[in-house]
Protein backbone atom coordinates (compact mmCIF):
# COMPACT_ATOMS: atom_id res chain seq x y z
CA UNK A 1 0.00 0.00 0.00
CA UNK A 2 1.16 3.15 -1.13
CA UNK A 3 1.10 6.26 1.50
CA UNK A 4 1.66 10.17 0.93
CA UNK A 5 3.47 11.56 4.02
CA UNK A 6 5.66 14.69 4.60
CA UNK A 7 8.70 14.94 6.59
CA UNK A 8 11.25 16.87 7.60
CA UNK A 9 14.77 16.73 7.27
CA UNK A 10 18.10 18.27 8.01
CA UNK A 11 21.11 17.33 6.16
CA UNK A 12 24.78 19.18 5.81
CA UNK A 13 25.95 18.66 2.44
CA UNK A 14 29.30 20.40 1.01
CA UNK A 15 29.76 22.46 -1.70
CA UNK A 16 32.02 21.61 -4.32
CA UNK A 17 34.43 24.32 -3.02
CA UNK A 18 34.42 23.10 0.22
CA UNK A 19 35.12 19.39 -1.53
CA UNK A 20 37.52 21.38 -3.31
CA UNK A 21 39.44 23.29 -0.13
CA UNK A 22 39.43 19.82 1.85
CA UNK A 23 41.52 17.90 -0.71
CA UNK A 24 44.07 20.99 -0.74
CA UNK A 25 44.28 21.29 2.70
CA UNK A 26 45.00 17.98 3.00
CA UNK A 27 48.43 17.57 0.19
CA UNK A 28 51.72 18.12 1.10
CA UNK A 29 53.47 21.10 -0.60
CA UNK A 30 55.11 18.98 -3.11
CA UNK A 31 51.88 17.60 -4.50
CA UNK A 32 49.97 21.31 -4.61
CA UNK A 33 52.35 22.21 -7.20
CA UNK A 34 51.66 19.37 -9.29
CA UNK A 35 47.90 19.41 -8.63
CA UNK A 36 48.05 23.88 -9.38
CA UNK A 37 50.02 22.79 -13.08
CA UNK A 38 46.88 20.27 -13.76
CA UNK A 39 44.56 22.85 -12.90
CA UNK A 40 45.98 25.36 -15.03
CA UNK A 41 46.21 22.71 -18.04
CA UNK A 42 42.26 21.66 -17.28
CA UNK A 43 41.35 24.98 -16.99
CA UNK A 44 42.35 27.92 -19.41
CA UNK A 45 40.44 30.49 -17.66
CA UNK A 46 43.22 30.33 -15.02
CA UNK A 47 46.56 31.94 -15.55
CA UNK A 48 49.65 32.34 -13.45
CA UNK A 49 50.65 35.60 -12.23
CA UNK A 50 49.69 38.18 -9.94
CA UNK A 51 45.89 39.67 -10.20
CA UNK A 52 45.05 42.51 -11.71
CA UNK A 53 44.11 45.43 -10.00
CA UNK A 54 40.37 46.41 -10.07
CA UNK A 55 39.64 42.94 -11.52
CA UNK A 56 35.53 42.16 -12.15
CA UNK A 57 35.37 39.64 -10.45
CA UNK A 58 36.95 40.10 -6.92
CA UNK A 59 33.72 41.47 -5.20
CA UNK A 60 31.41 39.91 -7.50
CA UNK A 61 29.44 36.38 -6.78
CA UNK A 62 30.44 33.98 -9.20
CA UNK A 63 26.69 33.69 -11.18
CA UNK A 64 26.51 37.32 -11.58
CA UNK A 65 29.69 37.32 -13.94
CA UNK A 66 28.70 39.78 -17.18
CA UNK A 67 26.49 42.55 -14.51
CA UNK A 68 29.76 44.79 -13.90
CA UNK A 69 29.37 47.86 -15.44
CA UNK A 70 33.01 48.62 -15.79
CA UNK A 71 33.56 48.44 -19.65
CA UNK A 72 37.38 46.41 -19.72
CA UNK A 73 38.38 48.91 -23.11
CA UNK A 74 37.16 50.80 -26.54
CA UNK A 75 38.19 47.55 -28.17
CA UNK A 76 35.30 45.13 -28.51
CA UNK A 77 35.66 41.74 -28.77
CA UNK A 78 33.82 40.30 -31.60
CA UNK A 79 32.01 36.84 -30.34
CA UNK A 80 31.74 35.50 -33.44
CA UNK A 81 35.74 34.58 -33.61
CA UNK A 82 35.07 32.05 -30.82
CA UNK A 83 32.23 30.77 -32.58
CA UNK A 84 34.40 28.02 -35.04
CA UNK A 85 33.50 24.36 -34.22
CA UNK A 86 37.33 23.81 -34.35
CA UNK A 87 38.16 26.34 -31.40
CA UNK A 88 34.39 24.95 -29.51
CA UNK A 89 36.00 21.81 -30.01
CA UNK A 90 39.77 22.87 -28.50
CA UNK A 91 37.99 24.34 -25.37
CA UNK A 92 36.05 21.25 -24.54
CA UNK A 93 39.19 18.90 -25.60
CA UNK A 94 41.89 21.32 -23.46
CA UNK A 95 43.48 19.50 -20.65
CA UNK A 96 42.90 16.03 -21.73
CA UNK A 97 44.84 16.41 -23.98
CA UNK A 98 48.59 18.09 -25.26
CA UNK A 99 48.13 20.53 -28.46
CA UNK A 100 48.73 19.11 -31.72
CA UNK A 101 51.51 22.08 -31.84
CA UNK A 102 53.64 21.49 -28.73
CA UNK A 103 56.82 19.78 -28.98
CA UNK A 104 57.56 16.75 -27.70
CA UNK A 105 60.78 17.63 -25.15
CA UNK A 106 63.17 14.73 -23.91
CA UNK A 107 63.16 14.97 -19.74
CA UNK A 108 66.75 13.62 -18.91
CA UNK A 109 66.38 10.65 -17.04
CA UNK A 110 68.46 9.65 -14.09
CA UNK A 111 69.79 5.94 -14.96
CA UNK A 112 70.34 3.33 -11.97
CA UNK A 113 71.43 -0.16 -12.62
CA UNK A 114 68.92 -2.24 -10.31
CA UNK A 115 70.01 -5.28 -8.11
CA UNK A 116 68.33 -7.35 -10.68
CA UNK A 117 70.28 -5.72 -13.66
CA UNK A 118 73.44 -6.24 -11.71
CA UNK A 119 72.47 -9.92 -10.97
CA UNK A 120 71.57 -10.84 -14.35
CA UNK A 121 74.86 -9.39 -15.52
CA UNK A 122 76.68 -11.57 -13.16
CA UNK A 123 74.47 -14.65 -14.43
CA UNK A 124 75.96 -14.28 -17.86
CA UNK A 125 79.56 -14.23 -17.13
CA UNK A 126 78.74 -18.20 -15.59
CA UNK A 127 78.96 -21.23 -18.12
CA UNK A 128 75.18 -21.98 -17.81
CA UNK A 129 73.83 -24.65 -20.15
CA UNK A 130 70.32 -23.02 -21.50
CA UNK A 131 68.55 -25.15 -19.47
CA UNK A 132 70.61 -23.41 -16.33
CA UNK A 133 70.13 -19.78 -17.78
CA UNK A 134 66.23 -20.54 -17.86
CA UNK A 135 66.56 -21.92 -13.78
CA UNK A 136 69.17 -18.36 -13.15
CA UNK A 137 66.89 -16.12 -14.41
CA UNK A 138 63.72 -17.15 -12.58
CA UNK A 139 65.56 -17.71 -9.36
CA UNK A 140 66.87 -14.02 -9.69
CA UNK A 141 63.00 -12.84 -10.67
CA UNK A 142 62.02 -14.56 -7.35
CA UNK A 143 64.63 -12.71 -5.14
CA UNK A 144 62.72 -10.20 -2.95
CA UNK A 145 63.18 -6.93 -1.70
CA UNK A 146 65.49 -7.37 0.87
CA UNK A 147 67.65 -10.40 -0.90
CA UNK A 148 65.84 -13.24 0.32
CA UNK A 149 64.90 -15.99 -1.52
CA UNK A 150 61.85 -17.07 0.29
CA UNK A 151 59.46 -18.96 -2.04
CA UNK A 152 59.88 -22.97 -1.79
CA UNK A 153 62.52 -24.72 -4.39
CA UNK A 154 59.52 -26.59 -5.11
CA UNK A 155 57.01 -24.00 -6.26
CA UNK A 156 59.82 -22.34 -8.24
CA UNK A 157 60.10 -25.78 -10.06
CA UNK A 158 56.41 -26.02 -10.54
CA UNK A 159 56.89 -22.46 -11.55
CA UNK A 160 59.84 -23.28 -14.51
CA UNK A 161 57.19 -26.32 -15.37
CA UNK A 162 54.09 -24.28 -16.01
CA UNK A 163 55.81 -20.47 -17.32
CA UNK A 164 59.17 -21.88 -18.93
CA UNK A 165 57.61 -25.25 -20.04
CA UNK A 166 60.65 -26.28 -18.26
CA UNK A 167 61.08 -29.50 -16.29
CA UNK A 168 63.60 -29.12 -13.31
CA UNK A 169 64.01 -30.78 -10.57
CA UNK A 170 64.77 -29.47 -6.47
CA UNK A 171 68.47 -30.58 -6.65
CA UNK A 172 69.28 -28.66 -9.86
CA UNK A 173 67.60 -25.39 -8.78
CA UNK A 174 69.00 -25.59 -5.79
CA UNK A 175 72.64 -26.12 -8.00
CA UNK A 176 72.03 -23.11 -9.55
CA UNK A 177 70.88 -21.00 -6.50
CA UNK A 178 74.33 -22.07 -4.92
CA UNK A 179 76.08 -20.31 -7.72
CA UNK A 180 74.07 -17.25 -7.45
CA UNK A 181 75.06 -17.48 -3.67
CA UNK A 182 78.30 -16.57 -4.63
CA UNK A 183 76.94 -13.36 -6.37
CA UNK A 184 77.28 -9.58 -4.72
CA UNK A 185 76.27 -8.25 -2.68
CA UNK A 186 77.17 -10.89 -0.39
CA UNK A 187 74.58 -12.64 1.78
CA UNK A 188 72.04 -12.70 -1.82
CA UNK A 189 69.29 -14.82 -2.23
CA UNK A 190 69.33 -16.57 1.01
CA UNK A 191 66.38 -18.60 2.43
CA UNK A 192 66.27 -17.08 5.64
CA UNK A 193 68.53 -14.79 7.80
CA UNK A 194 71.22 -17.82 9.24
CA UNK A 195 71.53 -18.80 5.88
CA UNK A 196 72.43 -14.94 4.49
CA UNK A 197 74.58 -14.55 7.53
CA UNK A 198 76.68 -17.84 6.95
CA UNK A 199 77.37 -16.58 3.25
CA UNK A 200 79.25 -13.59 4.23
CA UNK A 201 81.08 -15.38 6.99
CA UNK A 202 81.89 -17.79 4.33
CA UNK A 203 83.49 -14.71 2.16
CA UNK A 204 86.16 -13.96 5.46
CA UNK A 205 88.98 -15.25 6.63
CA UNK A 206 88.85 -18.61 8.46
CA UNK A 207 90.35 -17.42 11.90
CA UNK A 208 89.01 -19.02 14.80
CA UNK A 209 86.46 -16.13 15.31
CA UNK A 210 85.32 -16.56 12.43
CA UNK A 211 84.50 -20.01 13.00
CA UNK A 212 83.03 -19.74 16.41
CA UNK A 213 81.28 -16.96 14.13
CA UNK A 214 79.47 -19.79 12.26
CA UNK A 215 79.24 -22.48 14.60
CA UNK A 216 76.81 -20.11 16.53
CA UNK A 217 74.77 -19.28 13.68
CA UNK A 218 74.57 -23.02 12.58
CA UNK A 219 74.06 -24.92 16.02
CA UNK A 220 73.26 -21.83 18.27
CA UNK A 221 71.23 -19.35 16.63
CA UNK A 222 67.97 -19.25 18.60
CA UNK A 223 70.40 -18.57 21.73
CA UNK A 224 71.76 -15.69 19.82
CA UNK A 225 68.97 -14.38 19.20
CA UNK A 226 67.71 -14.16 22.66
CA UNK A 227 71.11 -13.03 23.70
CA UNK A 228 71.77 -16.30 26.15
CA UNK A 229 75.14 -15.51 26.21
CA UNK A 230 76.27 -18.33 29.10
CA UNK A 231 74.08 -20.98 27.29
CA UNK A 232 76.72 -20.41 24.16
CA UNK A 233 79.79 -19.96 26.41
CA UNK A 234 78.89 -23.36 27.87
CA UNK A 235 77.70 -24.82 24.75
CA UNK A 236 80.91 -24.35 22.94
CA UNK A 237 83.30 -24.11 25.52
CA UNK A 238 84.58 -20.71 24.98
CA UNK A 239 85.89 -17.68 26.98
CA UNK A 240 83.53 -14.27 27.69
CA UNK A 241 86.04 -12.19 25.33
CA UNK A 242 86.32 -15.33 22.27
CA UNK A 243 82.29 -14.95 22.22
CA UNK A 244 81.49 -11.42 22.44
CA UNK A 245 84.78 -11.02 19.62
CA UNK A 246 82.29 -13.33 17.31
CA UNK A 247 78.88 -12.09 18.23
CA UNK A 248 80.58 -8.96 17.75
CA UNK A 249 81.05 -9.48 13.77
CA UNK A 250 78.11 -11.67 13.26
CA UNK A 251 75.97 -8.31 14.49
CA UNK A 252 78.14 -6.40 11.81
CA UNK A 253 76.53 -8.41 9.05
CA UNK A 254 74.27 -6.93 6.38
CA UNK A 255 71.08 -9.05 7.37
CA UNK A 256 69.17 -7.54 4.29
CA UNK A 257 71.89 -7.63 1.21
CA UNK A 258 69.25 -6.42 -1.15
CA UNK A 259 68.82 -3.42 0.33
CA UNK A 260 65.70 -0.99 0.54
CA UNK A 261 63.72 -2.15 -2.53
CA UNK A 262 65.87 -4.26 -4.71
CA UNK A 263 67.49 -1.76 -6.22
CA UNK A 264 64.44 0.45 -6.68
CA UNK A 265 64.85 2.63 -3.46
CA UNK A 266 62.81 6.12 -3.69
CA UNK A 267 64.19 8.79 -1.97
CA UNK A 268 61.62 11.25 -0.36
CA UNK A 269 62.54 14.75 0.57
CA UNK A 270 60.51 16.52 3.02
CA UNK A 271 59.52 20.34 1.33
CA UNK A 272 58.66 22.39 4.36
CA UNK A 273 55.20 24.33 3.83
CA UNK A 274 56.13 27.01 6.68
CA UNK A 275 59.95 28.61 7.48
CA UNK A 276 60.21 29.96 11.17
CA UNK A 277 63.10 32.28 11.80
CA UNK A 278 64.44 33.49 15.15
CA UNK A 279 64.93 37.50 14.90
CA UNK A 280 66.37 38.45 17.93
CA UNK A 281 63.92 36.94 20.14
CA UNK A 282 61.24 37.41 17.75
CA UNK A 283 59.74 34.60 15.93
CA UNK A 284 58.82 34.78 12.03
CA UNK A 285 56.61 32.51 10.29
CA UNK A 286 56.38 32.77 6.56
CA UNK A 287 54.76 30.43 4.05
CA UNK A 288 56.57 28.40 2.23
CA UNK A 289 56.63 30.40 -1.40
CA UNK A 290 55.47 27.32 -2.98
CA UNK A 291 52.33 27.42 -0.76
CA UNK A 292 51.76 31.17 -2.27
CA UNK A 293 51.48 30.64 -6.11
CA UNK A 294 50.28 33.62 -7.84
CA UNK A 295 46.95 32.98 -9.74
CA UNK A 296 45.03 35.05 -11.53
CA UNK A 297 41.13 34.90 -13.67
CA UNK A 298 42.30 34.93 -16.77
CA UNK A 299 41.32 38.86 -19.27
CA UNK A 300 40.68 36.97 -22.18
CA UNK A 301 38.36 34.92 -21.19
CA UNK A 302 36.85 37.66 -18.94
CA UNK A 303 36.44 40.17 -21.99
CA UNK A 304 35.30 37.26 -24.05
CA UNK A 305 32.11 36.59 -21.47
CA UNK A 306 31.63 40.89 -20.92
CA UNK A 307 31.08 40.80 -24.97
CA UNK A 308 28.43 38.20 -24.25
CA UNK A 309 26.13 41.65 -23.38
CA UNK A 310 26.58 43.21 -26.86
CA UNK A 311 25.63 39.46 -29.25
CA UNK A 312 23.04 38.38 -30.52
CA UNK A 313 21.88 35.70 -27.29
CA UNK A 314 19.51 33.50 -29.55
CA UNK A 315 22.22 31.92 -31.27
CA UNK A 316 22.99 28.32 -29.98
CA UNK A 317 26.14 27.79 -30.76
CA UNK A 318 26.67 31.36 -28.96
CA UNK A 319 25.01 29.97 -25.81
CA UNK A 320 27.08 26.68 -25.36
CA UNK A 321 30.37 28.41 -25.83
CA UNK A 322 29.53 31.00 -22.88
CA UNK A 323 28.09 28.52 -20.68
CA UNK A 324 31.47 26.67 -21.39
CA UNK A 325 33.31 30.17 -20.54
CA UNK A 326 31.16 30.70 -17.75
CA UNK A 327 31.89 27.30 -16.06
CA UNK A 328 35.89 27.65 -16.51
CA UNK A 329 35.78 31.20 -14.73
CA UNK A 330 33.45 29.82 -12.07
CA UNK A 331 35.84 27.15 -11.62
CA UNK A 332 39.05 29.55 -11.86
CA UNK A 333 37.68 31.64 -9.19
CA UNK A 334 36.86 28.57 -6.87
CA UNK A 335 40.23 27.11 -7.63
CA UNK A 336 42.14 30.68 -6.45
CA UNK A 337 39.61 31.34 -3.10
CA UNK A 338 40.42 27.42 -2.04
CA UNK A 339 44.08 28.17 -2.73
CA UNK A 340 43.44 31.46 -0.58
CA UNK A 341 41.77 29.67 2.31
CA UNK A 342 44.52 27.08 2.38
CA UNK A 343 47.14 29.39 2.67
CA UNK A 344 45.09 31.31 5.98
CA UNK A 345 44.17 27.84 7.45
CA UNK A 346 47.72 26.49 7.45
CA UNK A 347 48.73 29.92 9.00
CA UNK A 348 46.41 30.20 11.67
CA UNK A 349 47.39 26.38 12.61
CA UNK A 350 50.36 27.06 12.72
CA UNK A 351 50.93 30.33 14.62
CA UNK A 352 48.98 28.49 17.33
CA UNK A 353 51.33 25.93 17.06
CA UNK A 354 53.87 28.64 17.73
CA UNK A 355 52.03 30.12 20.80
CA UNK A 356 51.59 26.87 22.13
CA UNK A 357 55.56 25.65 22.21
CA UNK A 358 56.99 28.75 21.90
CA UNK A 359 59.48 28.10 24.40
CA UNK A 360 60.49 24.94 21.98
CA UNK A 361 60.97 27.32 18.86
CA UNK A 362 62.89 29.38 21.15
CA UNK A 363 65.79 26.92 22.33
CA UNK A 364 65.08 23.48 20.31
CA UNK A 365 64.70 21.56 23.62
CA UNK A 366 62.67 19.07 23.52
CA UNK A 367 62.01 19.11 27.29
CA UNK A 368 60.70 22.50 26.19
CA UNK A 369 57.78 20.53 24.89
CA UNK A 370 54.25 21.63 26.60
CA UNK A 371 51.39 18.63 26.22
CA UNK A 372 49.29 19.89 23.12
CA UNK A 373 46.33 17.56 21.40
CA UNK A 374 44.31 19.01 18.14
CA UNK A 375 41.58 19.73 20.49
CA UNK A 376 43.75 22.64 21.87
CA UNK A 377 44.46 24.37 18.16
CA UNK A 378 41.34 23.47 17.18
CA UNK A 379 39.58 25.56 19.68
CA UNK A 380 42.38 28.10 19.50
CA UNK A 381 41.62 29.26 16.29
CA UNK A 382 38.23 28.46 15.84
CA UNK A 383 38.07 25.62 13.31
CA UNK A 384 37.09 21.64 13.50
CA UNK A 385 39.10 19.06 15.03
CA UNK A 386 39.29 17.45 11.73
CA UNK A 387 40.39 20.53 9.91
CA UNK A 388 43.42 20.48 12.25
CA UNK A 389 44.76 16.97 11.92
CA UNK A 390 44.04 17.26 8.30
CA UNK A 391 47.02 20.15 8.47
CA UNK A 392 49.10 18.22 11.05
CA UNK A 393 48.96 14.86 8.85
CA UNK A 394 51.11 16.24 6.30
CA UNK A 395 52.70 19.56 6.62
CA UNK A 396 56.21 20.25 8.36
CA UNK A 397 57.88 23.51 9.79
CA UNK A 398 61.92 24.48 8.81
CA UNK A 399 63.22 25.91 11.96
CA UNK A 400 66.97 26.75 12.84
CA UNK A 401 67.12 23.29 14.67
CA UNK A 402 65.58 21.18 11.84
CA UNK A 403 62.85 20.17 10.10
CA UNK A 404 59.93 19.24 12.08
CA UNK A 405 56.72 17.43 10.58
CA UNK A 406 53.53 19.16 12.63
CA UNK A 407 52.65 16.14 14.45
CA UNK A 408 55.47 16.14 16.38
CA UNK A 409 54.42 19.16 18.67
CA UNK A 410 51.19 17.33 19.71
CA UNK A 411 51.45 14.98 22.78
CA UNK A 412 49.46 13.54 25.75
CA UNK A 413 50.11 14.78 29.00
CA UNK A 414 51.74 13.21 31.76
CA UNK A 415 51.20 14.79 35.70
CA UNK A 416 54.05 15.63 37.54
CA UNK A 417 54.47 15.69 41.44
CA UNK A 418 54.71 19.52 41.06
CA UNK A 419 50.92 19.77 39.58
CA UNK A 420 51.62 20.35 36.21
CA UNK A 421 51.81 18.19 32.71
CA UNK A 422 54.61 16.93 31.40
CA UNK A 423 54.52 16.44 27.33
CA UNK A 424 54.81 12.87 26.88
CA UNK A 425 57.86 13.45 24.21
CA UNK A 426 59.35 14.93 27.11
CA UNK A 427 58.68 11.75 28.95
CA UNK A 428 60.28 9.80 26.38
CA UNK A 429 63.31 11.97 25.69
CA UNK A 430 64.41 11.53 29.58
CA UNK A 431 63.27 7.58 29.25
CA UNK A 432 65.88 6.84 26.09
CA UNK A 433 68.56 9.31 27.86
CA UNK A 434 68.04 6.86 30.80
CA UNK A 435 68.43 3.51 28.69
CA UNK A 436 71.40 5.09 26.99
CA UNK A 437 72.90 5.82 30.16
CA UNK A 438 72.32 2.25 31.58
CA UNK A 439 74.28 -0.75 32.07
CA UNK A 440 74.55 -2.96 29.44
CA UNK A 441 75.78 -5.45 31.11
CA UNK A 442 73.12 -5.53 33.65
CA UNK A 443 70.29 -3.57 31.08
CA UNK A 444 67.35 -1.86 32.98
CA UNK A 445 63.67 -3.42 33.65
CA UNK A 446 60.80 -1.37 32.93
CA UNK A 447 59.82 -2.01 36.23
CA UNK A 448 63.27 0.20 37.05
CA UNK A 449 62.54 2.61 34.72
CA UNK A 450 59.36 3.56 36.01
CA UNK A 451 60.95 4.06 39.77
CA UNK A 452 63.26 6.39 38.57
CA UNK A 453 61.09 8.45 36.17
CA UNK A 454 58.74 8.31 39.58
CA UNK A 455 61.90 9.82 41.47
CA UNK A 456 62.02 12.48 39.06
CA UNK A 457 58.26 13.80 39.55
CA UNK A 458 57.05 12.04 36.52
CA UNK A 459 53.54 9.69 37.65
CA UNK A 460 54.02 7.51 35.07
CA UNK A 461 53.19 3.54 35.27
CA UNK A 462 55.42 0.35 33.72
CA UNK A 463 52.60 -0.06 31.16
CA UNK A 464 53.18 2.88 29.77
CA UNK A 465 57.03 2.76 30.23
CA UNK A 466 56.40 -0.06 28.19
CA UNK A 467 54.25 1.82 25.61
CA UNK A 468 56.64 4.52 25.02
CA UNK A 469 59.78 2.09 24.79
CA UNK A 470 57.86 0.24 21.91
CA UNK A 471 57.30 3.52 20.45
CA UNK A 472 60.41 4.50 20.48
CA UNK A 473 61.75 0.91 19.03
CA UNK A 474 63.39 0.03 21.63
CA UNK A 475 63.90 -3.79 22.67
CA UNK A 476 63.19 -5.07 26.29
CA UNK A 477 66.02 -5.22 28.98
CA UNK A 478 66.80 -8.84 27.71
CA UNK A 479 67.50 -7.69 24.53
CA UNK A 480 69.45 -4.71 25.01
CA UNK A 481 72.06 -7.04 26.98
CA UNK A 482 75.53 -7.20 25.87
CA UNK A 483 79.09 -8.26 26.73
Partial sequence: MQRLDLRQLLQQKLSPQQIQFIKLLQIPTAELEMRIKEELEINPALEEGAEQPEDQYSDTDSDEYGDND????????????????????????????????????????AVASSLTDQLMDQLGFLDLDDKQHIIGMQLIGSIDNDGYIRRD?????????????????????????????????????????PECLLLQLHRRDQDET??????????????FTKKHYQKIQSKFSVSEDELKKAIDIITK?????????AGMTRIQYIIPDFILTNNNGQLELSLNSRNAPDLRISR??????????????????????????KQKLDAAKWFIDAIRQRQNTLLRTMESIIKYQHNFFLEGDESELRPMILKDIAE?????????????????????????????????????????DASSREVKHILKEIIEGESKRKPLSDEKIEQILNEKGYNIARRTVAKYREQLNIPVARLRKEL
Fill in 253 to 261: LNPKPGGAG
Fill in 210 to 223: IILAERILEDAFDE
Fill in 70 to 109: DDYGKDDVDINDYLNDDEISGYKMQGDRGGEDEDDREMPI
Fill in 380 to 420: DIGMDISTVSRVANSKAVQTEFGIYPLKYFFSEGIATDSGE
Fill in 300 to 325: SYADMFDAYDKSDKKDKKLKETVTFV
Fill in 153 to 193: LSAISNDLAFSQNVDASEEEIEEVLHMIQTFDPAGIAARDL
